[in-house]
Structure formats: C-alpha cells, structure tokens
C-alpha cells in the first residue's frame, strides 16, 4: 500500500510518497513538486498519513533551513538499471558542486552518453532527496530540471552552488 503525505517547502508543496517492505520497513519512494513534469499524482487508492514522513519531513526542513548537507533516508525509488547506475552516480555528487552532464555519464561508467543520462537525470522521482538540481550543461548553463529552473536555482542558491555566470536556457 502506498502512503503519502505533503509539506509546505520554499519551493512550494512537496508531495511525498512511500510504503512499507519486508526487507528495509518503511521507504521513500518519491518526492515531488507541485507542478513537476512527470511528478507524483495521488492515487485514490493510496492512503493519506503523515506518521511514516515524519524523520523525511526533520531532514527536509533542516536542509532547507541550510542545516543539513546529507540525507539519510532508507529509499527505493523505481527504475531501469540504467536510471538507478545514474541515480546511484547522482547520489555522489556533494552538497555545494555541480557538474555537467557529460561528467555525471563517466561517473555512471557511460561516458558519452549524454542524452541518456538527461532522460534519467528527469526521471528521478526523488526530487532534492537524489541531488539532480546538481546537474548543470557542459557550457556552465542551467538546464533540465523536472521542477523547473527557478527552484532549480533556488536549491543551487541555497546550497551556495550557484555560479555568478550561471545562464539559463
């Protein structure tokens, strides 16, 4: 059965989903915007609790507050093995960096695989909690993200990332 929840966040309602596994207990399984492509829709059949969130909820709130740089959050996010090497690449991007989409395709061991990369990098259904606001072209410019390059660039401010220079397409 998958749960949800919502939270209010600078970038506007977070919506965030989950469910309960035999193996790990309770896991996120995604984090959405209000408006992102491809984000989260509610199900009628999913079932509105915010108990489950409730350590999801600490951590997004400090990280917003700027007092939290990593998340610890048990999560199991749906993909191709392709997307989750990409996602599992993503993961290691640190707080405060970015980098383009052709050096995230060498880290994902498919270097030059750029395109591909882009699909996965917008498919990740973890929005801040998988780090794909970190992702940036090659030429520096801020491109491609799901919830749009304002909170984008809001989340590259806020983690002191953004560069002067810094263009949008």
Request: negative net charge.
């Amino acid at each position: 059965m998958t749960v949800y929840t919502t939270l209010d966040s600078p970038l506007g309602e977070l919506t965030l989903t989950g469910e309960q596994t035999p193996d790990l207990g309770f896991v996120l399984t995604a984090v959405s915007v209000r408006g992102q492509r491809g984000g989260v829709t509610v199900e009628p059949a999913w079932q509105r609790d915010p108990t489950p969130f409730v350590e999801a909820e600490r951590q997004l709130k400090a990280y917003f507050a700027g007092e939290l740089h990593d998340f610890d959050l048990p999560i199991a996010p749906r993909g191709t093995e392709f997307r989750e090497r990409v996602w599992a690449a993503l993961d290691t991007v640190p707080y405060g960096s970015t980098v383009t989409y052709r050096e995230l395709s060498a880290m994902a061991g498919v270097p030059g695989a750029v395109r591909a990369i882009g699909g996965a990098v917008g498919a990740n259904p973890l929005l801040i909690i998988r780090p794909c606001h970190r992702v940036i072209g090659s030429d520096g410019t801020l491109t491609g993200y799901a919830g749009g390059l304002d909170r984008k660039r809001a989340l590259l401010a806020l983690e002191g990332a953004l560069q002067p220079a810094a263009r949008t397409v």
